[in-house]
């Protein structure tokens, strides 16, 4: 490797690691905001979309200068390659924090709506396989990555559990469907989140051992 593409490189990975604790950040800061019932921490991820989407084309545009520039090769040109499709990824998670975001701020100020279940399970593991798929990217670490594969079917079934039950609260109170819909949408959020950090993962994989896997599942 050059020592200016070496340079290029290890600039590549600040911007992206930066990226990545922005958007760890907000999905942490939608989710609390969910649960406290917290407008003002709901609208601060609200506001911080506009960094995260500069930051996703900075990178992007680094990327393709190093691909046009340098023609990086082996394990050079799979990192860039892979971190092209994390970017992409992280871009999407921020985006559905704030989807999160925007419906934790309606039902703030709801004080008639209760919550019917407790989603802290479901979005401290989606957290863990944002947070576990960073860091398989930051240490370069394929077992880890191989993990957060392996949680995503344990996210698809909390998933399905709080969708039954939410969906049986609808039919004994049609009064809140509106809320309760809300509602259905922020998990179906939080599933997508841990769906893109599987695909954060599976390009680790790819990075690391030159390896191509596919996540198979569908969205209901």
């Known amino acids: 490797m050059s020592v200016h593409l070496?340079?290029?490189?290890?600039?590549?990975?600040?911007?992206?690691?930066?990226?990545?604790a922005v958007v760890e950040d907000n999905v942490h800061l939608a989710v609390r905001a969910l649960i406290e019932r917290d407008a003002n921490m709901a609208e601060k991820v609200q506001d911080r979309d506009l960094e995260v989407d500069g930051r996703e084309v900075d990178v992007e545009e680094d990327?393709?200068?190093?691909?046009?520039?340098?023609?990086?090769?082996?394990v050079d040109l799979r990192y860039v390659v892979a971190t092209l499709k994390i970017n992409n990824d992280l871009e999407r998670i921020g985006d559905l924090a704030v989807n999160i975001a925007r419906k934790a701020n309606t039902l703030a100020h709801k004080s008639d709506f209760e919550l019917p279940i407790d989603l802290?399970?479901?979005?401290?593991?989606?957290?863990k396989m944002l947070r576990d798929s960073l860091d398989a990217f930051v240490n370069m670490d394929s077992s880890l990555a191989y993990n957060v594969c392996a949680d995503d079917d344990v996210v698809d079934g909390m998933k399905k559990k709080s969708k039954t039950v939410v969906e049986d609260m609808i039919s004994d109170n049609p009064h809140q469907v509106k809320a309760y819909n809300t509602l259905l949408s922020v998990i179906r959020n939080l599933e997508r989140i841990a769906d893109h950090a599987t695909n954060i993962a599976e390009d680790v994989i790819y990075m690391i051992e030159g390896k191509i896997v596919r996540h198979h599942g569908g969205e209901e």
């Open 120 to 127: 802290s399970p479901m979005s401290e593991m989606t957290k």
């Open 63 to 74: 990327c393709l200068k190093i691909l046009a520039l340098h023609q990086p090769v082996a």
């Open 6 to 20: 070496q340079r290029e490189i290890e600039k590549l990975k600040k911007e992206v690691l930066s990226l990545c």
